[in-house]
């Protein structure tokens, strides 16, 4: 079993103590959460860890949710775009059922996904607008369930991750499944690689778009098939 899954984020995950929601509406350029936005969630530690230390390096928690709506988040959808527009501008004529966002770290009732089935970008089979609490899309997810293997450079040793999908709320639940992530921000019109063992690959200032790509790989199935020491 072998996962690739790029999620292009434009928004702060961010908590306050206060608890108080923002009051905003949608077409105000602003992220509509639920009332109990700062609840916490029940469970998900480990997902709420692995998503601090994805997004820490480049987002600090603050009590406002504001961006750019220029802001192009896939193709032509642009940040806080109303999900009927972003669906139209991805030729995305089916109906998707609305679902929770409830992996731990994310605020409570206020994000939410539609998963649509097809082709894109030539290798992904599954494409996923997540909104918030007004169907504004704030970011994009494709997920791409049977690669090729030769797309994933995976070594032998394990790493700390848990989480391969946070839309999903998808954790490994078996020892061999290998997990990792590659963060990287928009400068310009470039993507630029973070590296945390490399301190000059840190954003400047505040990015306004991420982009995590995600891979689980079983690796008794992947050494068995004799798949194991594909590259990029």
Not at 155 to 169: A, D, L, Q, R
Not at 170 to 176: D, E, M, P, T, V
Request: glycine content about 6%.
């Amino acid at each position: 079993m072998t996962k690739i899954i790029p999620l292009i984020i434009a928004f702060t995950f961010t908590g306050i103590a206060s608890g108080q929601a923002p009051q905003a509406k949608p077409g105000e350029g602003t992220i509509v959460l639920a009332n109990n936005w700062s609840t916490p969630l029940q469970g998900g530690s480990a997902s709420a860890k692995d998503l601090a230390t994805l997004l820490s390096p480049f987002f600090q928690p603050k009590p406002t949710f504001t961006g750019s709506k220029a802001q192009v988040i896939f193709e032509s959808v642009t940040y806080l775009m109303p999900l009927e527009d972003a669906k139209k501008a991805l030729n995305l004529t089916k109906s998707a059922p609305k679902n929770a966002v409830a992996a731990g770290g994310f605020p409570r009732d206020s994000f939410f996904h539609y998963a649509f089935d097809g082709t894109f970008e030539g290798h992904y089979n599954k494409l996923y607008l997540v909104t918030d609490r007004a169907d504004q899309v704030v970011c994009v997810q494709l997920v791409a369930e049977t690669p090729e293997r030769s797309w994933v450079d995976a070594p032998y040793n394990e790493t700390g991750w848990h989480t391969y999908n946070f839309i999903s709320s998808r954790s490994k639940a078996l020892s061999r499944l290998w997990v990792d992530h590659k963060a990287s921000f928009l400068v310009g019109k470039y993507w630029q690689t973070y590296q945390a063992k490399h301190a000059n690959t840190a954003p400047k200032s505040t990015p306004e778009l991420l982009r995590v790509d995600s891979c689980v790989i079983d690796r008794l199935n992947a050494m068995v098939s004799g798949m194991w020491n594909g590259g990029h």
